[in-house]
């Protein structure tokens, strides 16, 4: 029940606070052009290549095939340095998105105690805190990516043994194994890591953060089950943009084909962003809810039996 209510009052935020997401819009709308420029260059890079490496030449009645590799020699210092770019922009993105994670979940926050908040005031708040929630996410980040990791290593090696004794089945078996266990994995890790920011936010310091953790491991249906939300709702919300970027790409390259792709999928990753920060804020509030909950019903009947004893 705690995963459906923290969804429910997560639309029901949303509904009722649209402007919420302006911050990240504003966001999202200041990096489209940054991105755009930064990749003009690099749109068609891998399909030109894959375009030119898988040629068809017909000798007589037979077509041979002929395959090279993805990216060239003598384009790899391209790559290289479209992967710098990346990276640069990965970091960048990801400091900006701060402010606005940080200004939404205090929004909410501030929504949820029935006060009034400023727009201005949630962009000035999270200019602020842009660096603890850039280290916070790092830091969660780099946890769960490990721990997602750790139970792969030995299911390489078994498909690596597959592979080498040629079976097919023992492949498919093991491969089945690992998203028979992968799959809930990350469904608990992504409801566990999207609390980690709300903590921050409402405790005011990176080590209360990981107060995520224990919350998640104490509830952990109900972390699975909220992950499982979570991702389906961004996956819907995805699926829009991606629809027109993926039309839109054939064949599209240069700075305006670019930023118009960015702008169209900016609305999109702000209302993606609200869901994952909110929905973060609501679980954990829902989740310590119930514990209080139950710690004052143990006090209550501890309370009762001390009150018979001294009767």
Known sequence: MGAINAFAKTIETITKNPKLLLIPIIIALIIAPISAYLLKNYTALFTEEMQKNFEQKQEGNVIVEEHGSIIPKENMEKFMSYIKIIILLGILSALLNAIGQYAVVKGALTAEKGEEYSLIQLFVDGIKNMI??????????????????????????????????????FFMMVLFFVLLLELPLVFFLVGLGSMAVPIYVIKGSIGAAFECFSVAFKNKLSTLAFGILLL????????????????????????????????????????????????????????????????????????KELNEFEI
């Not at 780099?142 to 097919?168: D, Q, T, Y």
């Open 232 to 303: 389906i709702s961004v996956i819907l919300i995805m699926v829009v943009p991606g629809s027109f970027m993926g039309l839109m790409a054939l064949g599209s390259s240069g700075f305006t084909a670019q930023l118009l792709l960015n702008l169209i999928e900016a609305p999109f990753q702000a209302l993606t962003q609200a869901v994952m920060s909110i929905g973060g804020l609501m679980l954990y509030l829902e989740l310590t809810k119930e514990e209080k909950d139950l710690e004052e019903e143990i006090l209550e009947e501890v309370q």
């Open 132 to 169: 603890q929630v850039f280290v916070v996410n790092v830091i969660i980040g780099l946890i769960i990516f490990v721990i997602i990791m750790v139970p792969l290593i030995p299911a390489f090696l078994m498909l690596a043994a597959g592979a080498m004794l040629k079976s097919e089945a």
